[in-house]
């Protein structure tokens, strides 16, 4: 599978931005599909993720109630809603697949591809 992720930019502090993460491949129903983020000097962070299987949505506590993360089975895609931005939400943003689903989601070395990460600059 490869992981094609789009729609970072330049945002100002309360605004919105929508991730896209396009997959070519298939997504089995095993798969769980988590977005990531990292900003500079830190390390990689657990944003939020969904199974493909039934749609089960996971969030970081710093996320819930103001990301929103989606799938879309027949566009092979995965969404990341981005809500009332703050500067601190500014990062590279990573999408990526684990390909056996076990139940925990937000460890980066349980995914076996990454995409190639979109920036999201958040100005105050």
């Known amino acids: 599978v490869q992981l094609q992720a789009s729609g970072g930019g330049l945002v100002q502090a309360g605004g919105s931005l929508r991730l896209s993460c396009a997959a070519s491949?298939?997504?089995?129903?095993?798969?769980?599909m988590g977005w990531f983020r990292q900003a500079p000097g830190k390390e990689r962070e657990f944003v939020a993720a969904?199974?493909?299987?039934?749609?089960?949505?996971t969030y970081a506590d710093t996320m819930k109630g103001r990301f929103a993360i989606s799938r879309d089975a027949a566009e092979n895609s995965v969404y990341l809603e981005m809500n009332r931005v703050q500067p601190e939400d500014s990062a590279v943003y990573y999408c990526?697949?684990?390909?056996?689903?076990?139940?925990?989601?937000?460890?980066?070395?349980?995914?076996?591809?990454w995409g190639q990460g979109t920036l999201v600059t958040v100005s105050s």
């Open positions: 990526a697949a684990d390909v056996d689903y076990s139940g925990a989601v937000s460890r980066p070395d349980q995914y076996d591809y």
């Open positions: 491949g298939v997504i089995y129903s095993s798969y769980v």
């Open positions: 969904v199974t493909w299987r039934n749609n089960k949505k």
